[in-house]
């Protein structure tokens, strides 16, 4: 029989979970299962429940999610909270039914509290009202969370299973979306700036004060992270955690305003315009900025520095771009 694990990466073609596949790809011994969603709608039950019983994974990282910047957030928000509460509850349940010991759940920073204190502690989760422009993603990113601690009360010592859920800054790199309204905020920048600069325009809007502050991880050092969680010792993770408050941030340590980013980007770009804010535009959540204080406690730090990364992601850009044309 083999010893060597099967491993099932959820939303493998998004950036998140791309990264997964290429940290796991550096380990030996490692089986790893994809499916496109052409090849598996993971909003319907019937055909998840199918794929678990037919391939068994050993593990699942469920990186699958609908994403999106405030303006998709705003716009779509019906297909925000049905499409992402489907995908966690039909991959959990199923993983559950089917044998699946050791899950990772990735969730995201907008779970907390729009005032919440900063850095954001995890235990701040559920202590005050969400951020109106994303609520419907963060409600069902919290109940991803309260669905592996439930699975966990319920059947952790009867079955066995391990369910955790990590919790990412804002993410950004290799295989972003670069939409020009439904994405990020690094992305849409990058793009904004690359048209810019390739048609003269002699200066380049944002959305907003640019007084927000951020903080931005590249998505490589995510997927460490995920794996770092993923395989730590039970008894090490349980140490850090609690059965109702099991979630674990993963963040860089340091955040800038919109304009110190806005401006950096544009440096990597080699936009020469000027920069203006359009405040009749939302600037969205205040700060965010992670505590990954236990993370870091751990074993794990990010490695990537934001110029180092933003200066990859453009490249990525470019390399896209040319691949579209």
């Keep these: 029989m083999s010893t060597i694990p099967k491993i099932y990466v959820a939303g ?21 299962l994809t499916h496109t969603h052409a090849e598996l709608d993971l909003t319907n039950q019937a055909a998840v429940r199918t794929f678990f019983e037919t391939e068994k994974p050993d593990q699942v990282y469920l990186a699958a999610a609908k994403v999106g910047g405030i303006l998709a957030n705003n716009n779509y928000p019906a297909e925000f909270i049905y499409e992402n509460l489907m995908i966690e509850a039909n991959i959990i349940d199923s993983a559950f039914r089917t044998g699946v010991k050791k899950l990772l759940f990735l969730g995201s920073s907008c779970i907390y509290p729009r005032l919440a204190a900063q850095p954001m502690r995890e235990d701040s989760l559920l202590t005050g009202t969400l951020e109106p422009t994303n609520e419907p993603y963060a409600i069902a990113k919290i109940a991803g969370i309260k669905l592996c601690e439930s699975y966990n009360r319920q059947y952790g010592e009867s079955h066995g299973i391990d369910y955790r859920s990590v919790m990412p800054t804002n993410l950004y790199g290799p ?5 020009p309204e ?3 905020v690094i992305p849409a920048l990058i793009r904004r700036f690359h048209e810019a600069k390739i048609s003269h325009q002699p200066s380049v809007s944002i959305w907003g004060s640019g007084t927000p502050k951020r903080e931005f991880l590249y998505v490589d050092d995510m997927a460490t992270a995920c794996l770092h969680v993923m395989n730590l010792d039970k008894a090490e993770y349980l140490q850090f955690t609690q059965p109702m408050l099991s979630h674990i941030n993963v963040g860089y340590g340091d955040d800038i305003t919109i304009r110190e980013l806005a401006e950096t980007i544009s440096k990597t770009v080699g936009y020469k315009g000027t920069i203006t804010y359009d405040e009749s535009k939302p600037d969205g959540t205040p700060r965010k900025l992670m505590d990954s204080s236990r993370i870091n406690a751990l074993g794990w730090q990010a490695k990537v520095d934001l110029e180092s990364g933003l200066a990859m992601a453009y490249k990525d850009f470019l390399q896209a771009e040319t691949l579209r044309k």
Excluded at 12 to 32: D, E, F, K, Y
Excluded at 175 to 179: F, R
Aim: proline fraction near 0%; charge should be positive.
């Design 182 to 184: 439904n994405s990020h």
């Design 12 to 32: 493998h073609r998004g950036m998140v979970g791309s990264a997964i596949v290429r940290a796991l790809q550096q380990q030996s011994n490692t089986h790893i």
């Design 175 to 179: 295989g972003d979306n670069y939409h």
